[in-house]
């Protein structure tokens, strides 16, 4: 798989006042491409939301640096620990000398496997907490499809645009920024595939619970979503977006292909070249 910017298929693009998407576009044949994106807010004290997969880490290193001087960033908001998340997290540490990390106890754990954060450039943000960075507040929420424990979401309160982490992901058949690229059936089917590969446990849900879990973050005043895993959602995609995450519940889950469809592609490859 290459990891050059020929994948990304975009340039960072900006989605509201001083608020920018780095995009970078996952090939996840056959259903398409993932995005795999983060946010950056270049406000009074300029903030990173996610750092980024390794695979991509030359090309979103430049592209962050693109939209913002390292040694500006004050915030790097981490929604979880992820690799598609955190992939750049050491990097952008050391790069940004001023900047505090906004995570939990549990996400510094679970990194510790693989890296020491240094903890007096930490501060904890749990789901419901607000942070001032200036000239907004970043209001933690954990969106309401998340494939691991340590998630949340942000809003950013000046502009209303909410982070949605891994909620709204779908594939894509091209890179796109915006998800009104896509039609109405493919906005659809590509909500209701996403939703039940991130979250398997959707099938577990008591729909009125969850119903009133999906309402705690519909009724914050969002203006736009950006999320990793999919394009922009602006308008009356963003209450369609949620309606098919409301159906979550419902749903049958998501049968993974098979080894059967495996040795098909493979067969269709044909054999690999000689070393
Ligand atoms: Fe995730
Ligand atoms: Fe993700």
Not at 148 to 169: E, H, I, Q
Not at 219 to 226: C, H, K, Q, T
Not at 235 to 260: C, M, N, V, Y
Request: charged residues 25%; proline residues 9%; negative net charge.
């Amino acid at each position: 798989m290459t990891t050059t910017s020929a994948t990304t298929g975009l340039a960072p693009y900006q989605i509201a006042d001083e608020t920018f998407v780095i995009p970078w576009n996952l090939p996840a044949p056959p259903v398409g491409l993932f995005p795999m994106n983060s946010m950056v807010i270049r406000g009074a004290e300029p903030t990173l939301i996610d750092t980024g997969a390794p695979a991509n880490r030359e090309d979103w290193l430049a592209a962050a640096w693109g939209l913002v001087d390292p040694l500006d960033v004050r915030w790097v908001f981490l929604s979880h620990d992820d690799r598609d998340h955190s992939g750049n997290l050491v990097q952008v540490m050391e790069a940004c000398p001023n900047a505090t990390l906004l995570t939990s106890w549990f996400a510094v754990g679970r990194m510790f496997e693989e890296w020491e954060t240094p903890l007096n450039r930490v501060r904890f943000v749990n789901d419901g907490d607000r942070v001032d960075i200036g000239d907004r507040e970043l209001v933690a929420l954990r969106p309401p499809v998340f494939d691991n424990p340590t998630t949340r979401g942000v809003l950013d309160t000046r502009t209303g645009a909410y982070w949605s982490v891994d909620t709204f992901a779908t594939n894509v058949p091209e890179p796109m920024a915006e998800s009104d690229e896509l039609p109405d059936d493919a906005f659809e089917d590509g909500q209701l595939f996403g939703g039940r590969l991130v979250a398997p446990w959707h099938e577990l849900l008591d729909d009125a619970k969850y119903q009133r879990y999906v309402d705690r973050v519909q009724r914050l005043d969002i203006s736009v979503v950006a999320g990793c895993h999919t394009p922009v959602i602006r308008g009356p995609r963003i209450e369609k977006a949620f309606a098919a995450t409301r159906r979550l519940p419902s749903l049958d889950a998501w049968h993974d292909f098979s080894q059967a469809d495996l040795e098909a592609w493979m067969d269709a490859m044909g054999p690999p070249p000689e070393a």
